[in-house]
């Protein structure tokens, strides 16, 4: 074919192929764009408000309500949704929400029938009937053959879980919070608000009676609405805030994060509790003006399975702020916890300023450095930070010597602490002893008199340098090895081996001595942390060990750093594991001594 021919060719190929499909596509479009635009009823009604649909809920969140100076300040937090349809976009995401955990349940499969191939056929028998006899949640626990994504019964603890990750949110929708109050004579106070662009809402309502429930409801559709009590903290006392994560149940944040999705989307509930945690929990809620806040880095669709995992163990009642979710489930959920505390940790204090605070959270993530910041922030209101050792946490190679050394800078802190107090007080109860102007009636005693004190002579000046002579000395030094050399040699030469400098002014000693190992100190502190010369970054086992595990290297870093801005405090920092026995019971005897301090 020649050149014009294949040209033509190719124009009736885009004439009778591309141009057809292409105006198919455009004319398709703006037809559903006039639709859309030509039936506004749709989306809003006549007033511009939101049209909500059929099955539109509010959820109320646990908030806090505070007494000031007789008022009561009501915080009032939400979220109004509706369920979401299984469409493209959400199957796609429930795909590869699978696909992340099925290596590993694969695996736990694996070993499971290892495990079995060992046994009895009668034990194998007697331990399915008691996998199958476990819990009503025994469909999602690790013993169960039907926790294998794919399965029925898995699918459907899935779906369950995720139902708020897949539901609508409405945003823009107009909301009226009415405060109820205990006496039926007052008259109730109303607040009308927007959601913002998630479907959320969060305020703080004044009331000069005593709240008894919240009730929202949606001033487009009258049936729509939720209620809840209000729960009342004492302003002083003592407030334990508390991370969820880790802290209070198992999630496994530290490691492979398929086994995070496992945990959250398909674990049984009884297999999250920590039990020395949750008994140390109860043993704190028994004291006296004791009020407990949980804020975490998990966002809010998680709410319903944090609720039904405290109900069944037990946990303390207590306010709970978790973090918005912002349309991506895969990230929110793996996503690392930042800053997004920091705002509400302040808050607390801020709303609570007569109560002080214990602050509970574990090593998987950044837990400590909140709470130092926090503590900085507030000085003297934070009275310690707890932090829960995770497992394989703190190092790439041994997690047990990166703990002892942790344990070992707080332990050395603290017993600074102690020895610095008792010398203040030492100093201060010889201060008192001390009269500085004398009161007495004694007669004061003459310059002549015989009891006085006599007066010192003046002090011998000093001769000046140039004018001293070099005094030889003659007794050898043993310690030199300068010295042993020349007297070996030759014993009648008389030589000034206790002398540093020569004749011509240069060291003798410090020349045969042998010479000091290169110091390998760090010039610029890493991360922008700021410490003293001299301190462990300088040391050659710290850059060794940075070498060769930064993990541990970063963490000995971030106690040191801690225990440096904790300085002027009066915070202490303790790292504790599930099986010290003797530090729950410390740490209930310390809350009492500071509560009979108060």
């Known amino acids: 074919m020649s050149r014009r021919q294949r040209l033509i060719g190719l124009a009736k190929s885009t004439r009778d192929n591309y141009i057809p499909k292409i105006t198919g596509s455009v004319t398709s479009l703006a037809s559903g764009a006039s639709k859309a635009f030509t039936n506004p009823r749709e989306v809003y009604d006549e007033e511009g408000k939101v049209v909500l649909p059929k099955d539109t809920r509010i959820k109320l969140y646990p908030t806090y309500t505070r007494k000031l100076e007789n008022?009561?300040?009501?915080?009032?937090?939400?979220?109004?949704?509706?369920?979401?349809?299984?469409?493209?976009?959400?199957?796609?995401?429930?795909?590869?929400?699978?696909?992340?955990?099925k290596r590993n349940s694969q695996d736990t499969e694996q070993q499971l029938q290892n495990q079995n191939a060992f046994l009895p056929v009668h034990q194998v028998h007697h331990k399915e009937i008691e996998s199958d006899n476990e819990s009503v949640h025994s469909a999602a626990s690790d013993q169960s053959t039907s926790s294998i994504p794919g399965s029925p019964n898995s699918d459907a603890i899935i779906n369950e879980r995720l139902a708020d990750f897949f539901a609508k949110s409405i945003p823009n929708t107009e909301?009226?919070?009415?405060?109820?109050s205990e006496s039926q004579h007052e008259k109730?106070?109303?607040?009308?608000?927007?959601?913002?662009?998630?479907?959320?809402?969060?305020?703080?309502?004044?009331?000069?009676?005593?709240?008894?429930?919240?009730?929202a409801s949606s001033m487009v559709t009258?049936?729509?609405?939720?209620?809840?009590?209000?729960?009342?903290?004492?302003?002083?006392?003592?407030?334990?805030?508390?991370?969820?994560?880790?802290?209070?149940?198992?999630?496994?944040?530290?490691g492979d994060k398929r086994v995070l999705l496992r945990n959250l989307l398909l674990q049984d509930f009884e297999a999250w509790k920590i039990p020395s945690i949750v008994k140390w929990y109860i043993d704190l809620s028994k004291r006296q003006d004791i009020s407990f806040f949980y804020v975490s880095n998990s966002p809010w669709q998680l709410f319903p399975s944090i609720s039904e995992y405290f109900n069944l163990v037990g946990l303390p009642k207590g306010s709970i702020h978790l973090k918005r979710y912002l349309g991506s489930i895969i990230s929110s959920l793996l996503e690392p916890s930042s800053s997004?505390?920091?705002?509400?940790?302040?808050?607390?204090?801020?709303?609570?300023?007569?109560?002080?605070?214990?602050?509970?959270?574990?090593?998987?993530?950044?837990?400590?450095?909140?709470?130092?910041?926090?503590?900085?922030?507030?000085?003297?209101?934070i009275l310690s930070i707890y932090i829960r050792y995770v497992e394989n946490s703190l190092s790439l190679e041994d997690d047990r010597r990166i703990l002892k050394e942790l344990l070992r800078l707080l332990a050395k802190k603290r017993t600074a602490e102690v020895t610095s107090n008792d010398k203040e007080q030492e100093d201060a109860s010889n201060a008192q002893d001390i009269d500085l102007i004398d009161l007495s009636d004694s007669p004061v005693c003459s310059p002549t008199d015989s009891t006085s004190p006599k007066k010192k002579p003046p002090m011998k000046p000093k001769k000046p340098k140039n004018l001293q002579s070099n005094s030889i000395d003659n007794t050898p030094d043993l310690m030199s090895p300068l010295s042993s050399a020349i007297s070996s040699q030759s014993p009648s030469v008389s030589v000034p081996p206790s002398s540093n400098v020569s004749s011509d002014g240069n060291s003798m000693i410090d020349e045969y001595r042998p010479p000091l190992p290169p110091r390998r100190s760090r010039t610029t502190p890493k991360n922008g942390d700021d410490y003293e010369p001299g301190s462990i970054y300088e040391s050659l086992g710290?850059?060794?060990?940075?070498?060769?595990?930064?993990?541990?290297?970063?963490?000995?870093?971030?106690?040191?750093?801690?225990?440096?801005?904790?300085?002027?405090?009066?915070?202490?920092?303790?790292?504790?594991?599930?099986?010290?026995?003797?530090?729950?019971e410390s740490s209930c005897n310390k809350l009492d001594e500071d509560v009979r301090v108060k």
């Open 340 to 381: 997004r505390k920091r705002t509400m940790l302040h808050k607390i204090l801020r709303d609570f300023p007569e109560k002080k605070f214990v602050c509970i959270g574990d090593s998987g993530e950044y837990d400590l450095e909140a709470y130092v910041d926090l503590a900085k922030s507030y000085p003297n209101r």
């Open 175 to 180: 909301i009226k919070i009415t405060i109820g």
């Open 222 to 254: 009258e049936t729509i609405f939720a209620a809840q009590n209000v729960m009342i903290v004492p302003t002083k006392g003592l407030g334990v805030i508390s991370d969820i994560d880790d802290t209070v149940k198992l999630t496994g944040v530290v």
């Open 542 to 584: 710290f850059i060794e060990l940075e070498d060769r595990d930064k993990k541990g290297a970063e963490w000995i870093r971030r106690v040191t750093t801690a225990i440096a801005d904790l300085k002027n405090t009066n915070t202490q920092i303790h790292i504790f594991m599930d099986s010290d026995d003797q530090f729950f």
């Open 71 to 101: 008022k009561y300040y009501i915080d009032v937090a939400g979220w109004v949704s509706a369920p979401g349809a299984m469409n493209r976009k959400n199957r796609v995401m429930m795909s590869v929400i699978k696909q992340l955990m």
């Open 188 to 215: 109730v106070i109303n607040e009308e608000l927007i959601t913002d662009g998630y479907g959320y809402f969060h305020t703080t309502i004044e009331v000069d009676y005593k709240p008894s429930v919240i009730f």
